[in-house]
C-alpha cells in the first residue's frame, strides 16, 4: 500500500485531546502561505476544498503535560472565520471532523502531526455545566 504525502487520517477529537482543550483569546487567525520566490504572503486555501483556511491556538489540558507547552494550532476550513460560541477567556471547545497529517520537518528530522477540523463548537459537558 503506497500513501502519498500529506494523506489525511480521520482522528476522533478525544483521541487526540483525551482531557480536552480550551481557546486561547484572540488566537484566530486567517492562515498564510508564503511564497520562497516572490518572498510574499498570501491567504491560505485549503488543497482538497478550495475553502480558506484559519488557525486556531488551544491549550491541551492533558495533566501529563505538566512543565511542557501545551499550545497546539489546529487549522480549520471554512468559508468565514469561526467564531466562538463563548467571549470568555480560555473557553473550552472540541473539534468537528479532525484529520491528522503526519510528517518529519527537515528542521528537527522527528515526527510531527498537523491536525486539521472543519470546525468546533462548546463540548457538550461544558454546555451543561454553565447551564
Do not use: H
Not at 44 to 70: C, F, H, I, N, Y
Request: charged fraction near 25%; include cysteine.
Amino acid at each position: 500500500m503506497a500513501l502519498k504525502g500529506g494523506t489525511r487520517f480521520s482522528v476522533r477529537f478525544e483521541d487526540v485531546f483525551p482531557a480536552g482543550c480550551v481557546l486561547v483569546p484572540d488566537s484566530i487567525v486567517e492562515a498564510q502561505d508564503f511564497n520562497e520566490k516572490t518572498r510574499s504572503r498570501t491567504p491560505a486555501v485549503d488543497k482538497l476544498t478550495g475553502e480558506r483556511v484559519w488557525t486556531v491556538r488551544v491549550m491541551d489540558m492533558d495533566p501529563d503535560l505538566a512543565g511542557r507547552s501545551r499550545e497546539v494550532a489546529v487549522k480549520i476550513t471554512a468559508p468565514v472565520r469561526p467564531v466562538p460560541e463563548s467571549s470568555v477567556p480560555f473557553s473550552p471547545v472540541e473539534f468537528e471532523g479532525m484529520t491528522v497529517t503526519p510528517y518529519v520537518p527537515d528542521t528537527t528530522g522527528r515526527l510531527t502531526y498537523s491536525l486539521r477540523a472543519t470546525g468546533f463548537r462548546v463540548p457538550v459537558a461544558a454546555g451543561r455545566a454553565g447551564k
